[in-house]
């Protein structure tokens, strides 16, 4: 960063800037517009116009492989057939949903007949900072159009031309629909530079990184307005003593195994030692037959035929590959300990019949999302019936989790009056 010319970086400023005004302006008729209408608009847009919008993330799949992007990134970037019926089919049903936005919530009476209450609004313009994941430039704005705000994009550099493709539709969209083409706008250029300049645009109401840790210390750093992070995720699976071994056994295959590019994917299973002799073996096998690479903590690589030993260091990463890392731990204790040292307090389960053991884990590891006998690939808004979601904010302010359309949005109070006046 930092080798724009001063000019360029003026010029890029200034266009950000104006992109901004233009949203910021546009607001009001955003939240009172037919949002449902251009949800509905986009999907048959999308069903329409596929066959252009494959033919832009050709393009970038193209030169994204022969600058030798990672499998993951690779598989993240690439649309695919069945991501129309499922973002046609999300779009649909964000539109269902009902309006997040205008009710007055917990209507009260004071003592002197004032009634005061909580109207839900927009947050306003949101900058959303993402990977280069062409399906989130249609979720993310759905969800946030759906609750009335705008947003200014910056995808991943490697998914330009997709994104173009897509804010094209969404701005179709949002024509037919005769709501203002400036509730979306992608940065006009790849340029890192862009991230530090929306950083520092004040006429932002939110900043969502969603990425890395680079990134998000980056913006967690630079920025002037709140920001929401939506960091990785070093998400654990512990298998208790009292684990029912067949049902841990099918959540770490599943966890690990069922996408293993994404941020909820399992990255470490931690052992009871009292099971480790039993489950271990188990663990590798099924392992084995699926490719997965197990990397194992000294009690454990005994226990195991072909893992190789886990370094130090890399008891924190997030692989999204296709490998595990294993630790025997002298019990829950031990496991929380880890987790909380480790862990990226995205996404943390446990496996056991043990209730008392159970909810101790569900109370005390600090994640976002934490699940008792179910698998780390349920930290999704669909999943956990928002509709869809914005991302998974790892920050606890305000929303902590999945983010649907109600974290997009805050509350105003109102207070209804017959002309009382303070005593
Ligand atoms: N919590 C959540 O909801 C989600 C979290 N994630 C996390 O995102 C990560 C995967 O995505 P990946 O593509 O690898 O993420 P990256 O962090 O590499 O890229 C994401 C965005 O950040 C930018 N970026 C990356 N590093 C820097 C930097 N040093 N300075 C400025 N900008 C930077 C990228 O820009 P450029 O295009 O220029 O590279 C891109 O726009 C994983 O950690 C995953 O867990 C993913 C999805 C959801
Ligand atoms: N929503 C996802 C998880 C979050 C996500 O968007 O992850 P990624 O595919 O890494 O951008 C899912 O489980 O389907």
Known sequence: MGELAASQREHLEKTLRELAEGARARLPEIAKGNRDGALLAMARLLEEAWPEVLKANQEDLKEAEEAGLSRAKLDRLALKDKDLR?????????????????????????PNGLRVG???????????IYEARPGATVEAVSVALKAGNAMLLRGGKEAFRSNQALVSLWHRALGEAGLPVEAVSLV??????????????????????????????????????????????VNHLYVDERADLDMALRLAINGKTQRP???????????????????LPMLERAMRERGVELRACPKALPLLKEAVPAQEEEWDWEYLDLILRVKVVSGLEDALVHIARYGSRHTEAICTEDPKAAWRFLEEADASL???????????????????????????????????????????????GEGQERE
């Open 188 to 233: 006009p250029t790849t340029e890192r530079e862009a991230i530090l300049a929306m950083c520092r645009l004040e006429l932002l109401d939110l900043l969502i990184p969603r990425g890395g840790e680079e990134l998000i210390r980056l913006v967690q750093r630079e920025a002037r307005v709140p920001v929401l992070a939506h960091a990785k995720g």
């Open 118 to 128: 909580r109207m839900r609004i927009p947050l306003g313009l949101i900058g959303f």
């Open 86 to 110: 499922s973002l046609a089919e999300g779009l649909r049903q964000i539109a269902a949903l009902p309006d997040p936005l205008g009710r007055i919530e917990g209507l009260s009476k004071r």
């Open 370 to 416: 934490v699940l008792w006998n179910a698998s780390t690939r349920f930290n999704d808004g669909f999943q956990l019936g928002l509709g869809a979601e914005i991302g998974i904010s790892t920050s606890k302010l305000h929303a902590y989790g999945p983010m649907g359309p109600m974290e997009l949005t805050t509350t105003k109070w109102v207070a209804l």
């Open 261 to 279: 590019a994404v941020c909820n994917a399992l990255e470490a299973v931690l052992v009871h030692e009292r099971v480790a002799e039993v489950f």
